[in-house]
Structure formats: C-alpha cells, structure tokens
C-alpha cells in the first residue's frame, strides 16, 4: 500500500508541475454518491461559459451517465472508467491530460468517483480538493469521514433547500468542521436551486486569480 | 488483490458456517455516507425489542458515534474502527465475533462502513447483504454503482418523505434496478418518520424463518 501511494505521489508531482507551467487550475471534487458535483458543474460550465475555458475529467466505476450530462456544454470531457476501482490515482489523470489541448484551458475540474474515503488518499496532482456533502446525509459527516475535510480548501454544504426538512444541526457541522479544518471555507448552496451560486463563482475566481499570480 | 479477496472468502465461509451452526443469522448493511442505515437499525432495534435477540457489529472509519447511538437499546455491541479503510472484511469480523456470545443472538447486524463500493467487494460470511439508497442520493444510484445493487437480497429505498421535494424518478429507478438484479426486493420507507418499517420488519421475519427452516 505504501508503495502505492508513494508512486502515485511521484506522478502526481509531475501532473502538478506540466499544470502550472500550462497555467491549468485543476480542481479535484470529492463526495460521496449523489452529494451533487455533477449538478454543480452543470451550474459552473452555464455560469462561466465564454469566460473561463473549462475542461473537465469525469471519474466513475461504470457508465459514462455523467459525462452525458456535461455535453450539452461543448467542453472538453475525458471520461474515465475505473471498472469497479473506488477512486481515481494520477496516473489515470496524466493519461488522461494527453486528450486535452492544454492551451486552451484555464479550469479543469476532475469528478471523482463517488466516494467519501478512498479518493481524498490519492493526491491527482490538483491545485486544491473541494468536498461536497449534502445537508441530507447528516450533520456528522465530517467528523465520521474526516480525511477529505481535513484535506479540502473549500467544502460545498450541498442541498440546503432540503435542510429544513432533514434534522441537519448547522451549528454542529460547523463546530466539527473547525475541528477537523480551521483553514476551510463553507459555502452553503443548493446547486439545483442556483442558492449560494454566485458565493461559489466568486471563490473560485479568487482561487483563479491567486493561482494565476504566483 | 486477488490474494487478499481470496483469503478473505476463505475466511467468509468460515464465518458463514459457525453463524449457521450457531442459528444466527447475519444482514450486511450497505450503502453511502448518510443513507440512513443507523437510522433503520434503530427504528429496528425498537420494534423488536423482546421478540428477536439482535448483535450489532459497527464499522467506522473513526469514530464510534454510530455505536454510542445504538446503546440505549441494551443490545451487544462491537465497534470496529477500521482506522481509515474503507470497507469491513471477513476477518475483523471473526474477531469481532468473539466479543459475542452466540448463542443469545438471532440476528446479527453489521453496519458496514459508508461506501456504495468496497464493501460489496468483501464477503464477510452473511446471510445476505442489505442495501439502502436515500432517494436525495437520486435515482441513477444502482446504475452507477451496479457492483451492491447485483448482490444484494433487498434494497430499502429510504427518505422517501424527501421525495417530492427532489426530482427523483421512482420508475427510472424500478426500471435499472430491474434491469440489474430482477429477483431483488424494493422496500420503500423513511426510517426516520416510519413510513415503511412495518412493511421491513415482514420481510425480515420471513428472511428469519427461512433461514431457520434450512
């Protein structure tokens, strides 16, 4: 296992390297099944379409269903099946990046496979991790999963508009999330209602604008 | 891999025949983060309080707030901290058999860990695996995660309360899991308002009587 990570370390270093140089932001998205990335990315591509050049890299152990859904945006889409493996690793990535034409991208998101454990070990070479987590899978989803958390620069709290509904305490995943992870930021959104949409669109324009600075 | 799956089924059938031998019969619950699996055990745990002598074995990646949860039923309880891995396997299960006296239990669960992937991949010597899907999840879960949904002997489709405030499709979702697993049983319920549970709770008790009857 040790030697697992340790080469996947090694190209992720690599991939992180040739994306800088390509002034490539590369974002890799982290949940469990049916948090809402894909819906998110749907809001994302429609939002900054003609502003930002997105390419995206969708991870899933069978069917290409999500892929299928991002068409509809006339982006580049690399779609990886991992036939049954429960996350993706480096260098499935760096294969991947040889059907992109670097260039011509700005943003490229990577959906990994839905799963809140086995993906947050596998460094893909990205600028950052963003977790998603729905209010109704339950408050104590940081603290019972808290690899990803402790790891993610941001987590999307996904599906507030069914908050009410659901006996989500925010105030307890707050305080369990600025136990795990100080540093991260909380956006709460509902990506099917477009809530808390633009506070995402600003965010990453900011994470946009420092990477492209340093 | 193929090693570790190997011994692990050794192992499995091992279990398998001390469970059957000692008229206990094991349910392995599955699903994603948040599906409402402790929830079901402890809507479970009260309906058959006196009637059935329930074990619980609980799987965490850390933690042990799911087994803190089920206490008040004054049932035996193991909690398996898996330290990070992903799944539960055939022989964490044994040792934690031993932590049980046998005889005084009819019914054994175990909650596996969160993750609609890795645990479908492990045997753990059950009688049958259990999956639970929360409709907020959507309803292309057994499509894109076929691996649970092909094994399982039923599937709790949970929060259907959240339903109509989701753009579930209840037939797009009888139609894959038809298509991937005909013989499966769909039982419809909201472990958290009840809805349902009467409807389990039959189901299980023939799965009970059957599995005596052998």
Redesign the interface.
Known sequence: MKNILDRNQNKAEEVRTMLKAGKVMMVNIIS????GKTTLLERTCEALAGKVRIGVIEG????D??AQRLKKYNIPIVAINTE?G?HLDSHSISKALEHFDLEHIDLLFVEN??????PS?FDLGETFKLAVV?T???D??P?????LFSEARAVILN?T??MP???FSIESFMADMAAINPRITVIRASA?KGDGLQTWLEWLGRQIDEFSAV
């Open positions: 469990s099944p049916g948090a899933d152990v069978t069917t269903r999500d049954g429960c496979v839905g799963n809140l454990i086995c070990q729905s109704t899978e339950g104590d989803k603290a019972k999963y808290p690899m599906k508009d069914l509904y659901t006996n099917i």
